[in-house]
């Protein structure tokens, strides 16, 4: 059943359920901050409405730079910016921020130690119909290995604007990562929200797996938790969205009695979520464990549920890899 | 405000610019590892900037109303820090530890690493954005400091570069001045064979820029050439500084082979010689 101390959305399987995407929530947190702290500054790179920077563009102008199509330049005014005492926010594509830019950000944000938050938007195969060229499939992984940066992965809205709050409250880089499309709303106002905690969003009495699942994904994978408990298997479904620094702790905890282990992320399998745990486990406490996630191939446009069926990634998937994970042990 | 340039002060800078490229082959040397014809050809610009055009307080590095100096082609900074240690920034005794275990003074300039360095860099055309954010601030917090970023002419390839040059251009942002180390050379070879650049002036007007050209082995001029991109409010000002790679060492002068590469010790007890007769001849040479 659905964690009842998290405060979840009871509608979360109902054909009725709100919908939202996560990058509204970056909009509306970043107009939170930009209200509350004079020092966040926001630098756009031709993208503004798409991710919905616009909504502090129009209230701040003053705090509010747009910087073309330029995603190196955007990078390196923000450090400038961040050594000065100010709170960048940069938002573009994922593919070409922190992806075309990738060396900047180390070199002028990340290793320089710049306060800079570094929001990736249309992330994943869910940007569909542009096609792999836009749909940011490694973003998790060549940020993950970077020292001195946190990355957050909201589930919805909702929790987006959280992320997005949260972020201006540590002096680190954020990498920040949305999605494009509407999708389920599964927390609610009254959610907690803790940077660096997994949280369970799907408990039962002897589970025999743990799905940690991240982003909107998180939505297919409770769908899959509650089928496989009408037929009789029970699992965990924990929401991961902090993949650094990662709950090592929430890890041993949430896997303690199922030992078997699910990730699910729409990602590339190599160096995201799944690849964070299992490091983790590796040296620790090590359990099977399988992977779902772009299956280190490119997609291609389409609609993104018709992609994440062909791609094996959507609810099918998952109870298919939580049984074969089972009988692994 | 930039002080006026007395006859005996102008000495004192180039007996210090001598004093600057004898430290800057002692500390080469000692390292193993390096460049030795960028950093000796922008001697006198950084020994200018340290020692008269910079409004700033080497015992407070941090203090929020200084002159910004973002060095964009980092792989010159064993020139930086000769000029920082001469001018008090730390003692010239760490100048040994350029490229070592455990030194402040990293092969390519860290931030966080030694107080006084603006920015991280190393990795060529990222110095103008950064300069930009910083000038940004300035005029965000109302400040009248000014930001100064020096940049190699090769590293002018860079796509990066002209991202950022449309994007000072439409700030209009007078508060930033830009000099372009232009020594004609880059790893490859001759900068107009690798990739050219001229007409460069025209190129950075295009881009709405102020353009100024200056010898950069003239302290009094390069002075007067800030002095004077002060005085432009409605637009960014690129001085051009003319340099000769390896100035001052007559067997690297002009030779690109000598961009990325050290002198052995027998080259820097030439080199030495050299320098300790020089003696702001430099200066004279241009009368």
């Known amino acids: ?329 | 405000m930039i002080d006026e340039l007395f006859d005996d002060k102008l000495k004192d800078l180039e007996l210090k610019a001598d004093q600057a490229r004898q430290l800057l082959i002692e500390t080469l040397l000692e390292a193993g590892s390096g460049h030795s014809a960028g950093p000796l050809d922008m001697a006198d610009v950084f020994i200018a900037f340290y020692f008269h055009i910079l409004n700033h307080d080497p015992k407070n590095p941090d203090w929020p109303d200084r002159d910004r100096l973002v060095l964009s082609n980092g792989h010159i900074c064993p020139i930086r820090y000769v000029t920082m240690a001469m001018a008090g920034y730390f003692p010239l005794e760490e100048l040994k530890t350029l490229r070592k275990i455990n030194s402040r003074l990293q092969g390519h300039p860290h931030r966080t690493a030694l107080p006084g360095l603006e920015t991280t860099s190393g990795p060529l055309g990222e110095g103008l954005s950064q300069a930009i954010g910083i000038a940004l601030a300035a005029k965000l917090d109302k400040k009248s400091y000014y930001t100064y970023v020096i940049t190699g002419d090769g590293e002018l390839n860079e796509g990066n570069i002209w991202e950022a040059a449309m994007f000072a251009g439409k700030l209009k942002l007078n508060n930033l001045i830009a000099i372009v180390d232009r020594n004609n050379i880059q790893i490859d070879g001759f900068t107009e064979d690798v990739m050219p650049l001229e007409p460069l002036r025209a190129k950075f007007e295009a881009f709405n820029w102020h353009v100024l050209e200056v010898d950069a082995h003239n302290i009094r001029s390069i002075i007067d050439k800030i002095r004077e991109a002060h005085s432009i409010y409605e637009k960014p000002t690129l001085i051009i500084a003319h340099s000769t790679p390896g100035m001052g060492v007559d067997f690297m002068e002009k030779d690109f082979h000598w961009h990325g590469k050290p002198p052995n010790k027998e080259e820097a007890k030439k080199a030495l010689d050299e320098l300790r007769t020089l003696q702001g001849k430099i200066m004279s040479e241009h009368k």
């Open chain 1, 1 to 329: 059943m659905l964690n009842p101390t998290l405060k979840l959305n009871s509608k979360v399987f109902d054909s009725d359920v709100e919908l939202k995407p996560t990058r509204a929530g970056f909009g509306e947190g970043l107009l939170h901050l930009g209200e509350t702290n004079p020092n966040i500054v926001a630098l756009s790179a031709d993208l503004a409405e798409s991710t919905y920077a616009h909504l502090f563009a129009e209230k701040f102008p003053e705090r509010f730079f747009e910087i073309g199509i330029g995603e190196q330049n955007m990078a390196a005014v923000a450090a400038g910016l961040a050594v000065t005492g100010k709170i960048p926010f940069i938002s573009s594509y994922a593919t070409f921020s922190p992806g075309k830019n990738w060396e900047t950000i180390r070199t002028t944000i990340i290793y320089n130690q710049a306060n800079v938050k570094i929001a990736g938007h249309h992330a994943g195969i869910m940007t569909g119909p542009d096609g792999s060229t836009h749909q940011a499939t490694e973003d998790i992984a060549i940020t993950r290995c970077w020292p001195n940066i946190e990355i957050y992965v909201p589930c919805d809205a909702i929790e987006g604007k959280k992320a997005t709050i949260a972020s201006a409250a540590t002096t680190s880089p954020v990498y920040l990562r949305y999605t494009r499309d509407k999708t389920p709303t599964m927390t609610t106002d009254e959610t907690p929200f803790e940077v660096g905690k997994m949280q369970d969003f799907w408990i039962t009495d002897n589970p025999q797996a743990t799905i940690f699942a991240t982003g909107y994904m998180l939505h297919y994978a409770l769908v899959a938790a509650k089928e496989l408990e009408e037929e009789g298997f029970p699992v965990l479904v924990v929401n991961v969205a902090t993949i650094k620094p990662l709950d090592e702790e929430g890890i041993m905890r949430f896997t303690g009695h199922t030992k078997a282990v699910v990730t699910v992320e729409d990602h590339q399998v190599m160096g995201g979520l799944g690849g964070a745990i299992a490091e983790f486990l590796a040296k620790t406490n090590p359990l099977p464990m399988e992977f779902i996630g772009l299956q280190n191939t490119f997609a291609e446009s389409g609609a993104w549920k018709e992609l994440i069926e062909k791609y094996n990634m959507g609810t099918k998937s998952i109870k298919e890899a939580v049984k074969k994970v089972t009988a692994r042990k």
